[in-house]
């Protein structure tokens, strides 16, 4: 008997269903087989569409501004007898203080052991420093890494193959390249994950099947306010805004209430503090509007969300805040 009518649909977000028990093992008899899948690129380029895409779950923060995606988000991708775990990771850079060196760090860790590696690069424009900086990165891996080219945002590229042959240029060494839209086109994203499925090694899962993620819930949900914060601050802040939940109150059983969730936003100084609060609070409303919605949708619940702006000076700086935020330093 097929156990197909257990398993979840991917495109449906399986964070907490409420009721709903899923099958959590492998389907079938074939051998397990799982690997990790890292991708890398600079900001910007679309990495976190694409996982987001990739697993049909929202797991890490877009926005349009570069440098939202700090920690390295796993998502886990489950399908009969494989499992892919993607490794998101902060963009790389330059700067030279201690938030860039546990980035760097992290990106470090987050490509050894992986089975693929897949560069993603924007078609609208030739690769930039920072492009050179990714592929001299890449370089620098042993021989053994089989790394693709993904060319991405197809959908609004003037000069693709112009773009994607400078790229190339970086990379000769790439296994292959694949050229879509992580945004207009999933079916080519799922064509991409099919490709991934088919070489994963034999080896046992790595996490139960029913995982999406190995965030804790107050970490995703911290994402989710900074993503929030970073939408409706655009060009008003530096990037130095970071979100930390301080509580997580399930409704009592049998009660009508809603879930409440407390949330610290750190800014670095005092005078970035009334930015975020806004004219007689307005803006901090707008943040907790936006977040609140989106937290809703996922967990299915109704929310009260408490937000709180704390100036905690440095924080980039200081290793135990870093390390509070999640960060190995
Ligand atoms: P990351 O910094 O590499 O993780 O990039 P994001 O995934 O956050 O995407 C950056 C911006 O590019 C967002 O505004 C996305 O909506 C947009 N984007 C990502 N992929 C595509 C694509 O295929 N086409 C278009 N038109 N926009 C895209
Ligand atoms: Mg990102």
Redesign the pocket.
Known sequence: MSDDHLRPDPTIPNLPAADEPFSFAPVGSEPTRAGFVAIV??????????INTLLGVKV?????K?Q??RRGVRGIYSSEHRQIVFV?TP?LHRGGDALDKAMTQEVREAVVDVETILW?VDLRRPPGDEDKDVARFLNGLGPDARIWIVG?????AKYPDEALSLYRDLYPKREREIV??????PKAVYALREDLLALLPLNPWFFPGDASSDQTREQWAAEIVREATMVHLRQELPYAVAVQTTDWRDPRPGKDEPLVISAEIWVEKMGHRPIVLGKGGKMIREIGKTARKQLEVFLNTKIYLELDVVVRRDWREDREALRELGFQV
């Open positions: 690129g600079k900001p910007n380029v679309g990495k976190s569409t694409l890490s923060p877009i926005t349009s570069p939202t995606s998101d963009g993603v991405n945002k197809i959908d609004v879509l839209s992580a945004l207009e086109d």
